[in-house]
């Protein structure tokens, strides 16, 4: 276990930067979400920690050990990739041992940790199986005991739920999140899917184009994201811009939002609600109804204001009244107006 | 034409191709077993040509040497095969086109035109004539069938486990004996075994590059029906063509021409 640390990490490939002066630190211990869209860099980034990426220039420290020059079979990682990458030519206990035979632990002492690590993931009775007679998860559950038998003083999961299906992944999510608990490993991991990353995460950092754009606890990046890409790739916000006055946002249509101070505002989709009068709150903006989506319990209502697509979200029910299409009203309390930057 | 006489006409192709291929070796094969030495007819069966083979110290001698050459050019062809293609296949050397086209010129350049290279090539340094230059010379022209038939199964081989291995704490020759080799483990033995047969059955090359009177199985053949042909070649070349053969379809067992199996 071991608190890792990176430091103006950079990195290009031809003439693209993959990694642009990237410096984070991850708590000993921790779960930490590694957040971006594709091409973000946030693949580079658990790549120069695990060693596999020579980064230009920068800095990565494990524990307080800078580990440029340590090779990637000498930095006591653990690793679960997004293949699993488990040996073909093995047995399942034969793939978790592979790490302590290379490291010369005794037969009995090996023999051990096996079943302890195949307990922990519950795959117990698995030991003898071949590896393509498991399931998708229990690929999964053989590739964490794998790299968690070792004891490595990180343990770096690179999109490890992205092969299983819906069901499966939050069944995974839970599991992961009992075994990280369990050994309490400091962990990173790479995600594209953000539900993942708020699940799983005690920190989560967000990336876009090679720099890291936020990173913090979940919830207060949630709650307070700063700025339009935060706000829209960490679950969904409605934009919302005008020009700024001393009483609030003075919006192109004339209404104002008071209290807000910036330029943009964003609003969650969950916060906002529909009526047909007129509300008496503070806020509110004249919009049209678009679409009513249902889909189970929650439904989904497209609005436009001003050529701009608006979204709420909700319970069906609170829905029922309204007609399929048709001018309505906005509004929502102050305290959910989320100021942005930039 | 209609469907079916395109199929007889196909049909027709294809048994001319197989008889014309493997008449005369069939030809051959049965006179290895008839007991006159004119080849007349009618066939009497016999095993005497056979019988005369382990009398003939000469022929015994040559075979002796091309199976011991085979199988050094063997070990050594498949384990510098094989070096070379893990070294393509995990390294972005500099050059690495250039470096795998310039490893064909063996199968493309006609044997007569190396063979002589070779020959002129080996005296100008100081190798000379014998064993170890006929050696070099099979290695040298064993290689390139080896790294196909190795490089056709690692396209097959996830570069990820490798990585897994590697993060686990394995060194490089520890990824590569425990997780690399097995995978590769049906092409190495097939391109160890084209290898062999490459060695076995070269004749231009040793011919060039061996010293008389201390010849390969093939030379040997080769200069005995200068001097006049006995059923005795029949039945030596019987049984090269069935060792060949039964080598030729193992590789294509093990390597199932470069499929995944």
């Known amino acids: 276990m071991a608190q890792v640390r990176v430091e103006g990490l950079t990195k290009t490939y031809g003439g693209a930067r993959a990694l642009d002066a990237v410096s984070l630190s991850f708590p000993d211990g921790g779960f930490f979400g590694l957040l971006g869209p594709s091409g973000s860099g946030k693949t580079t980034l658990l790549r120069a920690i695990a060693g596999f990426v020579v980064p230009d220039a920068g800095r990565v420290?494990?524990?307080?050990?800078?580990?440029?020059n340590v090779p990637v079979e000498a930095r006591e990682i653990g690793m679960v990739f997004q293949n699993y990458a488990l040996f073909p030519n093995m047995t399942v206990a034969q793939n978790v041992a592979f790490g302590l035979e290379v490291r010369k632990v005794a037969a009995a002492e090996r023999a051990r940790r096996v079943a302890e690590a195949l307990e922990l993931v519950q795959l117990g009775p698995f030991g003898a199986r071949k590896t393509n007679e498991l399931s998708?998860?229990?690929?999964?559950?053989?590739?964490?005991?794998?790299?968690?038998v070792t004891r490595p003083r990180v343990l770096l999961l690179d999109e490890p739920l992205s092969a299983l299906d819906k069901a499966l992944r939050v069944d995974m999510q839970i599991e992961l999140k009992r075994i990280q608990r369990e050994v309490g490993i400091t962990t990173i991991f790479v995600t594209h899917d953000q539900e993942e990353a708020l699940t799983l995460s005690d920190r989560i950092g967000i990336l876009k184009d090679g720099r890291l754009v936020r990173h913090g606890p979940p919830r207060e990046v949630y709650d307070?994201?700063?700025?339009?890409?935060t706000a829209r790739f960490l679950g969904e916000a409605n934009l919302i811009s005008g020009v700024p006055e001393a009483g609030g946002l003075r919006l192109p249509d004339g209404g104002l939002i008071a209290g807000a101070r910036t330029a943009?505002?964003?609003?969650?989709?969950?916060?906002?609600?529909?009526?047909?009068?007129?509300?008496?709150?503070?806020?509110?903006?004249?919009?049209?109804?678009?679409?009513?989506?249902?889909?189970?319990?929650?439904?989904?209502?497209?609005?436009?204001?001003?050529?701009?697509?608006?979204?709420?979200?909700?319970?069906?029910?609170?829905f029922a009244d309204l007609p399929g299409e048709g001018e309505v009203w906005l509004t929502w309390d102050a305290d959910d107006t989320i100021a942005l930057e930039g | 034409m209609t469907n079916r006489t395109l199929a007889l006409l196909g049909r027709g192709y294809l048994g001319l191709i197989l008889f014309f291929l493997y008449a005369p070796i069939l030809v051959m094969a049965a006179m290895s077993f008839n007991a006159s030495a004119f080849y007349q007819l009618p066939f009497s069966f016999s095993t005497e040509w056979y019988a005369k083979?382990?009398?003939?110290?000469?022929?015994?001698?040559?075979?002796?040497?091309?199976v011991w050459i085979a199988c050094v050019v063997t070990v050594l062809a498949t384990a510098a095969g094989t070096a070379a293609s893990i070294a393509l296949f995990r390294y972005d050397v500099p050059g690495k086109r250039v470096l795998q086209v310039l490893l064909f010129p063996p199968i493309a350049i006609p044997w007569l035109i190396t063979g002589t290279a070779m020959l002129i090539f080996f005296f100008g340094i100081g190798i000379g004539r014998g064993t170890p230059a006929v050696i070099i010379g099979h290695v040298a022209l064993a290689l390139p069938y080896v790294i196909v038939v190795v490089t056709a199964r690692l396209a097959t081989f996830d570069a990820t486990l490798e990585e897994a291995a590697r993060?686990?704490?394995?060194?490089?020759?520890?990824?590569?004996?425990?997780?690399?080799?097995?995978?590769i483990l049906p092409g190495i033995v097939a391109g160890g075994l084209f290898a062999f047969a490459v060695s076995f059955d070269q004749f231009v090359v040793s011919y060039f590059l061996s010293e008389p009177g201390d010849t390969t199985l093939p030379?040997?053949?080769?200069?005995?029906?200068?001097?006049?042909?006995?059923?005795?070649?029949?039945?030596?070349?019987?049984?090269?063509?069935?060792?060949?053969?039964?080598?030729?379809?193992?590789?294509?067992?093990?390597?199932n021409f470069g499929g995944e199996r």
């Open chain 1, 61 to 68: 420290f494990i524990g307080d050990a800078p580990v440029e």
């Open chain 1, 136 to 148: 998708g998860g229990q690929r999964q559950r053989v590739a964490m005991a794998r790299a968690i």
């Open chain 1, 224 to 229: 307070d994201p700063r700025d339009a890409f």
């Open chain 1, 264 to 318: 943009t505002v964003a609003v969650r989709p969950e916060n906002l609600r529909i009526s047909l009068c007129e509300p008496q709150g503070p806020v509110r903006l004249r919009a049209r109804l678009r679409q009513r989506i249902f889909a189970g319990a929650m439904g989904t209502c497209v609005l436009d204001w001003r050529g701009e697509a608006l979204k709420a979200v909700g319970r069906d029910r609170d």
């Open chain 2, 53 to 66: 083979l382990w009398s003939n110290r000469e022929i015994l001698s040559a075979a002796g040497r091309s």
């Open chain 2, 167 to 183: 993060s686990l704490g394995a060194g490089a020759w520890t990824v590569t004996m425990r997780v690399t080799v097995p995978w």
């Open chain 2, 219 to 255: 030379v040997l053949i080769y200069t005995s029906i200068r001097k006049g042909f006995t059923p005795e070649i029949n039945a030596i070349s019987t049984i090269i063509i069935a060792v060949s053969m039964g080598i030729m379809v193992l590789a294509a067992r093990y390597s």
